[in-house]
């Protein structure tokens, strides 16, 4: 045999073997390839390729495409996939910890949202290892506000609302209000405003833009209620049965995952806010009636959820005031 034929067959022999070696990781997320979350995850799911130069590749499946928001948390656990993206809050059924970044008017800036996630993090891995998940990485959405489609000075106002409901803080909001809770997933968002089956939301200026809520809406009151986060999870078999070269390239990428999925958030928040006015809605910040009936609200509903969460909850709540 030729040298150069030999060189040519241990240049196929060596793809056979990469190929045959490779690994795919596909990644659910719930929201729309166009939202911050997604393209960051995009971003990582690169990252991990190009850094295990494709022995570990993640397809990312965007807009509940491979499994619904309400799935993807269930998926990874029994493995139909191995890694995904899920608003955790949505889970506070499960344990009261998951909703840890939905309590109303605890953490309203940034700032105070990152001392609350420093509090909670060795807490909710913990959690999740007990699920049989492994986090890698978490992004904060942008504050959350109230989208109506009428002005709104006060809760009276909301009596009868049909309200987008998406988990228990949520639902609990609406009870509190007088509003109708309607459980609609984000995909749906855009089909439920433009059909009336919801006629208001507490949710970002990202959601709203990303939906082109201006379609069906007319004002977004800026509450800051609460900071919720994405996380993102493996499949803890999956994870444990990895290299130890793979682990360290996910664990990279994972880190820089979150540190621009932050920034995003920070810099999305008053450009998204800017697009809702420029195609026509009122954005502005509540009544003063309406702030302070919705703060009695907030009191209400974080001792409640002190309550269900018990010592754990209290813990992380005290570290939060502490620091």
């Avoid at 269930?74 to 996939?81: D, E, I, L, M, N």
């Avoid at 492994?134 to 909301?158: E, H, I």
């Avoid at 006015?277 to 209400?300: C, F, H, Y």
Wanted: glycine share 6%; net charge negative; with cysteine.
């Amino acid at each position: 045999m030729s040298k150069a034929i030999l060189v040519s067959a241990t240049a196929v022999a060596t793809l056979w073997s990469a190929a045959a070696f490779a690994e795919k990781w596909d990644m659910p997320m719930a929201y729309a390839a166009s939202n911050f979350h997604s393209e960051t995850g995009a971003e990582f799911a690169q990252c991990v390729t190009d850094g295990t130069d494709g022995a570990l590749e993640i397809a990312v499946h965007p807009s509940g495409s491979l499994f619904s928001g309400d799935q993807i948390k269930r998926a990874v656990q029994t493995g139909q996939t191995q890694i995904g993206e899920r608003l955790l809050s949505a889970h506070q059924n499960e344990d009261a910890l998951f909703g840890v970044d939905s309590i109303p008017f605890l953490a309203t800036s940034f700032e105070q949202h990152d001392k609350l996630w420093e509090a909670a993090k060795p807490a909710m891995e913990e959690l999740l290892e007990s699920q049989g998940l492994t986090l890698l990485y978490s992004v904060p959405w942008p504050p959350q506000g109230l989208y109506f489609a009428k002005p709104v000075n006060s809760v009276a106002d909301m009596e009868g609302v049909k309200f987008r409901s998406y988990n228990n803080a949520t639902a609990r909001l609406a009870e509190l209000t007088g509003m109708l809770p309607v459980q609609i997933e984000a995909a749906e968002i855009s089909q439920a405003f433009a059909t009336g089956v919801a006629e208001s939301m507490v949710s970002s200026g990202a959601t709203g833009y990303d939906r082109k809520v201006w379609e069906s809406l007319t004002n977004f009151y800026e509450v800051d209620a609460w900071i919720p986060r994405n996380y993102i999870f493996v499949n803890t078999s999956v994870w444990d049965g990895e290299s130890d070269e793979i682990k360290s390239v996910v664990t990279d990428c994972a880190a820089k995952a979150e540190e621009a999925g932050t920034k995003r958030a920070v810099d999305y928040t008053d450009f998204t806010l800017g697009e809702l006015k420029k195609n026509g809605m009122s954005v502005e910040p509540p009544s003063e009636q309406l702030a302070t009936e919705l703060r009695e609200i907030g009191d209400t509903m974080t001792a409640e959820w002190l309550d269900a969460a018990g010592d754990t909850g209290k813990t992380i709540v005290d570290t939060y005031n502490a620091n």
